[in-house]
């Protein structure tokens, strides 16, 4: 009965080891990825107005053994972000064709309504969603990054005196001129 338990306890012992090696073998072989996200603001002047246009990066990073492949990056502030297009004009996903390499993209955000509305800063992240042969990846979230925006100047307040000033200047401008059209006639 002695030998009987020791027999099953070996074996359970093996299958544990044979378990735990199969599940480190897995996760060698799966892919490693990372997201960063950096941004700047620009601000242009677009028709007589100032427009405030935030652009950013993503460098998307296989830090993995294994190829792996982008199916989409998605900005929580702008959504989707544009991957490749092929010569027929369709998004193809970016791969890696070599471990330890990396993609960028680009996206841009219109922040001019943000500082109209006396916002102090935009704080967003990215993730990138994809897959390793037939795997689906585990989504890969960025950094947060925090662009602060400008403070609009506040339109003057205009007093009363200097109202009643230019309401003065007004009239007087109108009485010169009415009574010059009246020695005209």
Same mark, same amino acid.
């Given at each position: 009965? !002695? $030998?009987?338990? /020791?027999?099953?306890?070996?074996?359970?012992?093996?299958?544990?080891?044979?378990?735990?090696?199969?599940?480190?073998?897995?996760?060698?072989?799966?892919?490693?990825?990372?997201?960063? $996200?950096? &941004?700047?603001?620009?601000?242009?002047?677009?028709?007589?107005?100032?427009?405030?246009?935030? @652009?950013?990066?993503?460098?998307?990073?296989?830090?993995?053994?294994?190829?792996? +492949?982008?199916?989409?990056?998605?900005?929580? $502030?702008?959504?989707?972000?544009?991957?490749?297009?092929?010569?027929? &004009?369709?998004?193809?996903?970016?791969?890696?064709?070599?471990?330890?390499?990396?993609?960028?993209?680009?996206?841009?955000?219109?922040?001019?309504?943000?500082?109209? #509305?006396?916002?102090?800063?935009?704080? #967003?992240?990215?993730?990138?969603?994809? @897959?390793?042969?037939? #795997? !689906?990846?585990?989504?890969?979230? %960025? #950094?947060?990054?925090?662009?602060?925006?400008?403070?609009?100047?506040?339109?003057?307040?205009? %007093?009363?005196?200097? /109202?009643?000033?230019?309401? +003065? =200047?007004?009239?007087?401008?109108?009485?010169?001129?009415?009574? !010059?059209?009246?020695? =005209?006639?």
């Amino acid at each position: 009965m !002695k $030998k009987v338990f /020791l027999s099953m306890l070996v074996l359970v012992f093996m299958l544990s080891l044979v378990l735990i090696a199969n599940v480190h073998s897995v996760s060698a072989d799966y892919a490693d990825w990372s997201i960063v $996200k950096s &941004g700047s603001l620009s601000v242009e002047q677009q028709g007589g107005s100032t427009v405030y246009i935030i @652009h950013y990066t993503y460098t998307v990073t296989n830090k993995g053994a294994t190829d792996i +492949v982008i199916d989409s990056i998605t900005d929580d $502030k702008i959504g989707p972000i544009a991957l490749p297009l092929d010569e027929a &004009g369709r998004t193809i996903p970016g791969s890696f064709g070599e471990p330890y390499s990396s993609l960028t993209f680009t996206g841009t955000y219109d922040a001019t309504m943000d500082v109209q #509305n006396g916002v102090v800063s935009v704080c #967003n992240t990215a993730t990138a969603e994809g @897959h390793s042969g037939t #795997n !689906k990846l585990t989504p890969a979230d %960025s #950094n947060e990054v925090c662009i602060p925006l400008p403070p609009i100047p506040p339109v003057p307040e205009l %007093s009363s005196s200097l /109202l009643l000033g230019l309401g +003065v =200047l007004g009239l007087t401008g109108f009485v010169v001129i009415k009574r !010059k059209e009246l020695k =005209l006639s």
